[in-house]
């Protein structure tokens, strides 16, 4: 089946420290989400990019589509410790429908 | 808050029974799709359902069945348990359109498998 990758898996990092995870694909994506899930909760959604080359920013995040459309990155600078928890992209993989397929997540521990 | 609810949030099955999962969605939203998560990993397609109807499913077998409601709320059911089904089972809500809208999670409901 359709598979999304993500690097890296954990990434622990002192607070106001830059952390990136990156998102792969071998097929060509119609568009991607990014979720954040808080250790015991649950996915919220953070954004959705659907052209190619998209940048997108929300306050110390920054998200970006890859021109190929295969992959993509989610950017935090300056991390705090309300950044914890785990980072996933969901795609959806052309003439895949509507139905996501998430990445493995990378989980980001902040060091205060 | 995401308005999505699901019910119940644990609950402990034997090996072979079956057991059904609740979840209403968002006001609004006409599109529920149903996630397994394993401890530590993504959350993995079920299925989803758009109007009543199945509207795709992931790898997962046919005793993995749902539902949608003309309020459409949603069950999932699965038959026949094994122990690697225990899991966390997320539903998420979303108005259907494309490109495919905000989804909003429920909490989830922990099932374990004995």
């Known amino acids: 089946g359709q598979q999304v990758m993500q690097i890296p898996q954990y990434q622990h990092v002192q607070e106001g420290e830059d952390f990136t995870t990156y998102c792969n694909s071998s097929t060509t994506l119609s568009n991607i989400q990014w979720y954040k899930q808080r250790p015991g909760g649950h996915p919220v959604f953070l954004i959705q990019?659907?052209?190619?080359?998209e940048v997108k920013k929300q306050k110390r995040l920054t998200f970006q589509f890859g021109e190929a459309k295969k992959n993509s990155s989610l950017h935090i600078t300056a991390t705090q410790t309300t950044d914890v928890g785990t980072y996933f992209c969901?795609?959806?993989?052309?003439?895949?429908?509507?139905?996501?397929?998430f990445g493995p997540g990378t989980r980001l521990s902040v060091l205060p | 808050e995401t308005g999505v609810t699901q019910s119940p949030t644990h609950l402990i099955k034997t090996r072979g029974q079956q057991v059904t999962l609740r979840c209403s969605s968002q006001?609004?939203?006409?599109?529920v799709s149903w996630y397994q998560q394993a401890l530590g990993q993504g959350p993995q397609f079920i299925f989803q359902y758009y109007r009543e109807e199945e509207n795709g499913r992931g790898n997962f077998p046919p005793r993995f069945s749902g539902l949608q409601f003309p309020n459409y709320s949603s069950e999932l059911n699965v038959n026949a348990l094994e122990l690697d089904d225990s899991a966390l089972y997320l539903c998420a809500s979303s108005w259907y359109g494309t490109p495919p809208t905000e989804a909003f999670f429920g909490q989830g409901t922990r099932l374990t498998v004995v």
């Open positions: 990019l659907v052209k190619s080359g």
């Open positions: 969901a795609a959806v993989p052309d003439n895949y429908g509507q139905n996501f397929v």
């Open positions: 006001s609004g939203h006409n599109t």
